[in-house]
């Protein structure tokens, strides 16, 4: 039956169509993670095509990071990372969240909001330093370029799991947050209710965030942090919060796999009168 799907006239090439067809089945279990999948000569013959194109196949869900390539031991298919969906409804719920007690907000993070984890299972990584504002990211704040900044390395990793589900860095106005020696030290992440908490404790409401979305191949170091092909997409997300007054009080930059994180916004349109 595949053989005449494979010989229809549809738009997808050849080696689309094999991808999807074992796209579907590693999704479905068929080929469990951490398994040899057939020799490409065998699947070739399975599929009724040449080796080449298999090997474009294949190639596609290595760059999908369904699959790894081993050298001299064929081709294998990976552990499935559980998928994050980021709605615009998180920036609200968390901004309510700045008022609740210590332990509601040490319950959960934003993470296990968009994942569905709980707490035990993750792992979080923090790296402070302090860096002269870069001409881009001095105008993003609209303050001179060399302003003083806490740069804040972010990795959150299932514990299961080798690789970070994503990383991310986020820039504060050092003078903004000085007044609060608890917000300069990364011994005290993860911080219970997040970054609009720590914005709090110096006096500083959220009024508005603006979310900008790239997709790129990753740099060496990115492809290697988050374990994934060279030639695979990854999607770039930098938010911009912005305080009640109009200021920009925090830029941040987070990177996933574009194969695991889905951005959904749902926006609201007013009815015509």
Do not use: C
């Amino acid at each position: 039956m595949w053989r005449d799907r494979e010989r229809g006239t549809g738009m997808s090439s050849k080696y689309d169509r094999v991808a999807a067809d074992l796209r579907s089945k590693i999704r479905a279990g068929r080929f469990a993670p951490d398994t040899r999948l057939p020799a490409e000569t065998d699947l070739a013959r399975d599929y009724g095509v040449t080796v080449n194109t298999m090997r474009r196949a294949l190639e596609l869900l290595l760059q999908e990071g369904l699959i790894d390539k081993r050298q001299g031991a064929g081709n294998y298919v990976r552990q499935q990372r559980p998928p994050m969906v980021r709605t615009t409804e998180r920036y609200q719920w968390e901004k309510d969240r700045v008022r609740l007690p210590a332990d509601e907000r040490r319950a959960a993070g934003a993470t296990e909001r968009d994942t569905g984890l709980n707490r035990d299972d993750l792992d979080f990584y923090a790296e402070y330093t302090q860096i002269p504002a870069t001409a881009e990211i001095a105008a993003v704040f609209n303050v001179p370029e060399g302003t003083r900044l806490l740069r804040r390395v972010y990795h959150t990793r299932k514990r299961s799991e080798r690789a970070p589900m994503g990383t991310g860095a986020s820039y504060l106005v050092y003078d903004h947050i000085a007044r609060n020696p608890d917000l300069l030290n990364a011994e005290n992440e993860p911080w219970p209710g997040g970054t609009q908490h720590q914005l709090s404790t110096v006096g500083i409401e959220v009024g508005e965030i603006v979310d900008e979305v790239v997709a790129r191949t990753p740099t060496p170091d990115e492809a290697l942090v988050l374990d994934i092909p060279s030639g695979s997409a990854v999607l770039v997300l930098r938010k911009i919060s912005i305080d009640t007054t109009g200021r920009v009080v925090e830029v941040a930059d987070a990177i996933w796999p574009g194969s695991r994180i889905k951005l959904s916004y749902n926006t609201k349109l007013k009815a015509w009168n």
